[in-house]
């Protein structure tokens, strides 16, 4: 994925540039907001640009697989956020990679993705 710096008036401009169905990849470019700052700024991180390439055929076992273990780390995320002591404990690590993002690891914008995504890890360690 590569970083893009656009020159004004490009880098204002919001919304599709282009869609063709037709190929089986498409071309993307995004800006994330990593949620707000304390005083209501938001994150913003850089301009990317990549292209997505669209599946043709049936998953393999692999992917059949890791999307059961997916689920079930969804479910667990929510079982988490249910529980007022657990919740409080993911708080903490959740507001501490956003404020202190590491390089190479992924930042993520909403709590419940961020909880699925640690037992995630431990469940694929298992």
């Not at 869609?19 to 304390?38: D, W």
């Not at 990549?50 to 999307?67: E, F, I, N, P």
Request: hydrophobic share 30%.
């Amino acid at each position: 994925m590569s970083q893009v710096t656009y020159m004004a008036p490009v880098d204002e401009v919001r919304g599709k540039l282009c869609m063709n169905r037709g190929n089986s990849s498409l071309i993307v470019t995004r800006r994330k907001c990593f949620g707000k700052t304390k005083n209501g700024t938001p994150r913003l991180g850089p301009k990317e640009m990549y292209t997505y390439h669209l599946h043709q055929g049936s998953w393999s076992k692999a992917v059949t697989d890791h999307r059961e273990l997916f689920k079930l780390a969804q479910k667990q995320a929510v079982t988490e956020m249910n529980n007022p002591d657990r919740l409080a404990h993911w708080q903490t690590l959740f507001e501490e990679q956003l404020d202190k993002p590491q390089k190479g690891e992924k930042q993520y914008v909403k709590m419940q993705c961020y909880i699925a995504a640690q037992l995630l890890k431990k469940l694929k360690a298992q």
